[in-house]
């Protein structure tokens, strides 16, 4: 079964750092591009940034550009997030997506992803 489990979230406040975690189990992430994306209460989900799977060609929305940065470990199945820099409108659920067709570029436009995870929350507050 192809399942996808993020982890890393958690309370940090304003300036702080976190990394999240994608794992995925029952599938070889090499072959997929994969993507974060995140929901406020009350918001759309929004693609925050992606990563291909061929090139590692990387893709961020304009709000975390030079805050984020998405890495990934095939060897480990894993890909990251990390949160530099933290704003309360970073706050929401991040989920971690993956894409089949996404070889050396990807979008973050929510129908190209076929598999997504249960999410981790993020909040940012003092």
């Known amino acids: 079964q192809l399942q996808l489990v993020e982890s890393g979230g958690g309370l940090v406040q304003p300036g702080g750092s976190l990394r999240l975690s994608c794992v995925a189990s029952?599938?070889?992430?090499?072959?997929?591009?994969i993507g974060w994306f995140r929901q406020a209460p009350g918001k759309e989900r929004e693609g925050v940034s992606c990563?291909?799977?061929?090139?590692?060609?990387?893709n961020y929305a304009d709000s975390v550009k030079g805050r984020f940065t998405i890495s990934r470990d095939n060897a480990k199945n894993t890909v990251y997030l990390q949160m530099n820099s933290l704003k309360p409108e970073d706050t929401g659920i991040y989920y971690c997506?993956?894409?089949?067709?996404?070889?050396?570029?990807?979008?973050?436009?929510?129908?190209?992803?076929?598999?997504w995870g249960q999410g981790t929350q993020v909040t940012v507050s003092s």
């Open positions: 997506a993956a894409d089949p067709s996404a070889f050396r570029l990807c979008v973050l436009r929510r129908v190209e992803y076929d598999y």
């Open positions: 990563i291909s799977s061929r090139g590692g060609k990387t």
């Open positions: 029952g599938f070889t992430l090499d072959y997929y591009g």
